[in-house]
């Protein structure tokens, strides 16, 4: 079992960037296949980037592609989410997922793939 929590999230500027930190306790989240997803208010969680066991593939949304990294830090036991340029339409409540799979390369796209999640982190861009 791993346990998550995010943090990093607050208030930015439009075009400004912030880093979320989603930090795993218990089995080394190397074990798992990660993924960010957001969720704005009165719209449905829609997955942002993920991230294979091995590091090696990511997925991007269309919405974020070009904007946003995801990485992992396997020696601190952390996922980050570095999102620059932002815009006001990627203000959401921020979570860290995570997938237990024997999968070195999966990418898990759909958030019914991930059983565990942390608490989430808000983030809000104005303009």
């Known amino acids: 079992q791993v346990q998550l929590a995010e943090s990093g999230g607050g208030f930015v500027q439009a075009g400004g960037s912030l880093r979320l930190s989603c930090a795993a306790s218990g089995r080394p989240f190397s074990a798992y296949a990660m993924g960010w997803f957001r969720q704005a208010p009165g719209k449905e969680r829609e997955i942002v980037a993920a991230?294979?066991?091995?590091?090696?593939?990511?997925y991007y949304s269309d919405s974020v592609k070009d904007r946003f990294t995801i990485s992992g830090d396997n020696a601190r036991n952390t996922v980050y989410l570095q999102m620059n340029s932002l815009k006001p339409e990627d203000t959401a409540v921020y979570y860290c997922a995570a997938d237990y799979t024997h999968g070195y390369e999966v990418i898990r796209q759909s958030s019914e793939d991930y059983e565990y999640w942390g608490q989430g982190t808000q983030v809000t861009v104005f303009s």
């Open positions: 991230l294979s066991r091995s590091g090696d593939n990511t």
